[in-house]
């Protein structure tokens, strides 16, 4: 079960894209502080059980417990979570979709059970649970759900965001290079979530203006 969750099509530790990547690097730094934290709070426990040594009296114990338990157990602890939540709001920002002139905009519909999927350029057009997007171009997603809450997540392209009845979530997304990208339903919706998969099929410029002109079906 352990290696299970290694596999590489969707690991979050394995990015393809920008916004994944930024995400991926937030993982290694709030694990990096979350193992400093541990680390100080083992060394105190260890230290806890150890027999005194040195000048003994209230005076001693006093400047022993403001080192200790002050300095190092509270204000290492407060500085490293202070640390990692600004540096996480920072991240978030970054994240946000904000307009530009090469950003393509794709509809996400979840339904129990499969995901169409509409192209705004190409009115008429769907796809039942493969995703076509362009590559090394963003990609605002634009994610809703006809029936119950469901969740879009390609772990290797993104972060997982909420499809919600009735309201539209928007998700920036990017694939470096032209590929296929698994993609799950990361949300308990009923019997046959665990089945609730997608695709997202990223496609280099001639594949995607075939896709565009409808050669590519």
Not at 145 to 170: E, Y
Not at 208 to 213: P, Q, R, Y
Request: contains cysteine; neutral net charge.
């Amino acid at each position: 079960m352990v290696l299970a969750g290694c596999e590489e099509r969707l690991s979050t530790v394995h990015p393809a894209g920008p916004a994944a990547d930024t995400i991926a690097t937030l993982w290694w730094v709030m694990l990096a502080g979350a193992a400093a934290i541990f680390l100080l709070v083992m060394v105190l426990l260890v230290l806890a059980f150890r027999k005194g040594e040195g000048p003994s009296g209230d005076d001693a114990d006093k400047r022993r417990e403001t080192l200790w338990i002050k300095g190092l157990g509270l204000g290492f602890t407060m500085t490293v979570l202070a640390a990692l939540t600004a540096w996480g709001l920072s991240i978030g920002e970054r994240l946000l979709p904000r307009p530009g002139p090469d950003v393509v905009a794709v509809g996400a519909e979840g339904r129990q059970w499969a995901w169409r999927f509409s192209y705004p350029d190409l009115p008429g057009r769907t796809t039942e649970n493969v995703l076509h997007i362009p590559a090394r171009r963003p990609v605002d997603v634009r994610i809703t759900s006809a029936d119950v809450i469901h969740s879009f997540w390609v772990p290797r392209l993104a972060g997982k965001l909420d499809a919600i009845p009735g309201h539209v979530n928007v998700l920036r997304l990017e694939a470096w290079e032209p590929g296929e990208y698994a993609g799950v339903s990361a949300e308990f919706s009923g019997a046959g979530y665990r089945t609730h998969r997608f695709t997202v099929v990223a496609h280099d410029a001639a594949a995607w203006n075939a896709f565009l002109t409808g050669e590519l079906p």
